[in-house]
């Protein structure tokens, strides 16, 4: 079992940290040809314009979304998320346009660019999970097919819907690997975190 994160910037190393901790074997992704083996994708934090150019100059964009499209597992953290979208707000900046939700960027306001705040996610358990938001953005709305996981002060923040789970905020930048195990679930590896 083989999980790429790509790596064409953004916290990629963190997540690789997070999924080594969950027993699986990561890949850093930067080419097409490499996208045959994996058996799921991460898609970390960053900025979603620059990577999303960076996804169309290294020929990704397309393959990444056929993939997507045929039931490839994908989790997007921040502007992970943000590339999922179908929908982006006042923007039609690249993305993969695989998950039925229309996003706003930035859209905890200038004054709170960066916080974190204790969340409920159901299919964690009932321990609450320690979200990292920075200029995050947040779900606007979602389409019949897609389960909410959390939301913050009304707003959502997690969101699943088949092979694709998303995040608002940076399970990455935290030690609790529960939303990355939830997620290899989804991919049908069986989990061996400690
Ligand atoms: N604000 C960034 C964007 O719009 C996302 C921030 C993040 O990934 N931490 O792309």
């Known amino acids: 079992m083989l999980v790429g994160v790509l790596a064409l910037q953004g916290a990629f190393r963190e997540h690789q940290k997070a999924l080594k901790a969950c ?3 990561t890949v850093q992704v930067r080419k097409p040809e490499q996208l045959d083996e994996l058996n799921a ?18 020929k990704l964009l ?20 943000i590339m999922l979208a179908k929908d982006i707000i006042g923007s039609d900046q690249p993305r993969l346009g695989l998950m039925d939700i229309k996003v706003e960027r930035n859209a905890f306001g200038r004054q709170v660019f ?23 953005p947040y779900v606007v709305d979602v389409g019949p097919g897609v389960d909410i ?8 923040v997690c969101v699943k819907q ?6 608002a905020f ?11 195990r939830k997620f290899l679930e989804i991919v049908n590896i069986e989990p061996k975190c400690i």
């Open 23 to 25: 027993g699986v074997n």
């Open 41 to 58: 994708l991460v898609i970390p934090g960053g900025e979603s314009t620059t990577m999303g150019k960076l996804l169309l100059q290294f």
């Open 62 to 81: 397309d393959a990444i979304a056929d993939l997507g499209r045929k039931g490839m597992p994908i989790f997007g953290t921040c502007a992970g998320l």
């Open 114 to 136: 960066s916080f974190e705040s204790e969340l409920d996610i159901p299919p964690l358990g009932a321990k609450p999970f320690q979200g990292i938001f920075i200029r995050a």
């Open 149 to 156: 996981w959390a939301e913050y002060n009304s707003k959502i």
């Open 162 to 167: 088949d092979n694709l789970l998303a995040a």
């Open 170 to 180: 940076h399970p990455e930048l935290t030690e609790d690997i529960r939303l990355h």
